[in-house]
């Protein structure tokens, strides 16, 4: 059956978060920055094995133009070997650091300023390292997982949608708050095409303590913009479900966040979720995260 021309298309890909909370959008029109624009939030974006070999890569570079600019100066190190590249380097390197040996060291006028500009280099270059290394090593990281699939069921005869998140870390995230939003591609009287925010009601959307696994339930009545929709309805539309988690982190006592996002493909009608809490021989309560994405069709 042909889709009429006046419904919005679904183009493949078109969620605007992938799976793992990171946007997929592709940003165009937007003057190109230089490299040095914004630097440090760049570098503290970075994943670790990225920065650690920017740091690498640049202290290395540096020490190499200071071993050129010394070797350029002719017999400005005593005890090294005439034009040694490889001295003058570990040179600069001891400079930079500040160690010391003693075995090589600056000879005449020149050679001590360049080495008094190294120093003062190498200290700021320390101050900002670091400052960068705690930066990052101190960011707030989550360790929420959601369920791969999200189930459309009945509980007590009415329609929901229901999720589940679940806190992978040993330490208590305390005032955790769940925000559902659908985005989807409507059409105007005017025949212009917009992404419509909808905010989807959650039966409970914060909990003190956050544990163990949290189902979050969406009513699909009257009130909500789902309300009515069959799989064939959910597949007609260029919709995705985005879920926004904050919560405090009660060891470090800073904000967390995490993302997922619900495309069409990733819902499961009349199906329901493996139970995974149970309790054991001491009273206490067990969560199985083997089975979390785990979902079974409803009984007929």
Request: hydrophobic share 40%; with cysteine.
């Amino acid at each position: 059956m042909r889709r009429p021309s006046n419904e919005p298309q679904r183009v493949p890909n078109s969620r605007t978060l992938q799976r793992d909370g990171s946007y997929n959008i592709e940003r165009r029109g937007i003057p190109r920055r230089r490299l040095t624009t914004d630097l440090y939030h760049r570098m503290v974006s970075l994943e670790w094995r990225w920065l650690i070999t920017w740091i690498m890569l640049v202290y290395l570079a540096v020490n190499a133009l200071f071993a050129l600019a010394y070797l350029a100066l002719g017999d400005a190190i005593e005890n090294a070997r005439p034009g040694s590249f490889q001295d003058a380097f570990f040179f600069s390197v001891q400079t930079m650091a500040t160690i010391g040996y003693g075995k090589l060291v600056p000879r005449g006028f020149s050679g001590n300023l360049l080495v008094t500009i190294e120093s003062v280099l190498g200290m700021a270059t320390v101050a900002v390292l670091t400052g960068l290394l705690f930066a990052k090593f101190s960011r707030p990281t989550s360790r929420v997982v959601f369920s791969r699939f999200a189930v459309v069921t009945k509980q007590n005869g009415v329609p929901m949608l229901l999720f589940r998140v679940a806190n992978q870390r040993d330490s208590i995230l305390v005032e955790a708050r769940m925000r559902l939003v659908l985005i989807r591609a409507e059409r105007t009287q005017e025949g212009a095409t917009m992404r419509r925010f909808h905010d989807l009601t959650l039966t409970r959307g914060e909990t003190p303590l956050f544990p163990l696994s949290w189902t979050l339930t969406h009513v699909l009545d009257e009130k909500s913009p789902l309300h009515g929709l069959g799989p064939e309805g959910w597949e007609e539309q260029d919709a995705e479900i985005v879920c926004a988690l904050t919560g405090t982190e009660e060891s470090l006592a800073q904000t967390i966040h995490a993302r997922f996002s619900y495309g069409f493909e990733d819902l499961r009608f009349n199906h329901h979720f493996v139970d995974i809490i149970s309790v054991g021989d001491d009273g206490r309560r067990i969560i199985d995260y083997s089975n979390f994405h785990e979902v079974l069709p409803d009984e007929a």
